[in-house]
C-alpha cells in the first residue's frame, strides 16, 4: 500500500564502499527494496535511491549504522502504482498519468516503468488523493468490462 513505502537515499562515501556491505547486510536482515535508481557521478560520488517497506525501516538503520554507512531515510514518501498488462506498448499511459498529477498539484519524484507496472513516489500526504485523482483519469471507479484498457492503483 502507498501508506507503507519509506523513500530510501544511500549514499556511498565518494563510491561504493558500503555498496556491497549494505546490499548484503539489507538481505540478511530480509529488507526488500523496490525502485531502485543509480545516481551520481565521478565529482560527487554514488550512491542509491530505493522505496522499502515502511516497518523496515528500523532493520535497515541497524544495518547501515552497523556497517558505517550514511544514508539519509525520507519517512514522507509514498509510492503509487498502476498496474496492467503491455503497459510499456501503451507509453501514452505514464504521459497521461504524469498529466493529471501535474494539474493537480502532486510532484512525482521518481517514475519507474516496466510491462506491467508505472509506479511513482510523491509526498506521502498525497497519496490517497493521487490515488482517486488515477482512478477518475483510467475510469477505474467503471466496471471493468466497461474501461477501456484495464489498469489498477
Do not use: N
Request: neutral net charge; glycine residues 10%.
Amino acid at each position: 500500500m502507498a501508506q507503507a513505502v519509506v523513500g530510501v537515499l544511500g549514499r556511498a562515501d565518494r563510491g561504493a564502499r558500503c555498496g556491497g556491505d549494505r546490499d548484503a547486510g539489507r538481505a540478511e536482515a530480509s529488507v526488500a527494496v523496490d525502485l531502485v535508481a543509480r545516481f551520481g557521478d565521478r565529482d560527487i560520488g554514488y550512491g542509491w535511491d530505493f522505496t522499502i517497506a515502511r516497518t523496515h525501516v528500523e532493520a535497515l538503520r541497524e544495518v547501515l549504522a552497523r556497517l558505517e554507512c550514511a544514508a539519509d531515510i525520507h519517512e514522507r514518501v509514498g509510492k503509487v502504482s498502476l498496474v496492467g498488462a503491455g503497459l510499456l506498448s501503451q507509453p501514452r499511459t505514464t504521459g497521461r498519468m504524469l498529466a493529471a498529477l501535474g494539474k493537480a498539484g502532486i510532484e512525482a519524484y521518481s517514475v519507474s516503468t516496466s510491462q506491467v507496472r508505472t509506479s511513482f513516489t510523491l509526498a506521502k500526504a498525497h497519496c490517497g488523493r493521487a490515488v482517486d485523482l488515477l482512478h477518475r483519469e483510467f475510469q477505474l471507479d467503471r466496471p471493468l468490462e466497461a474501461v477501456e484498457h484495464a489498469v489498477a492503483v
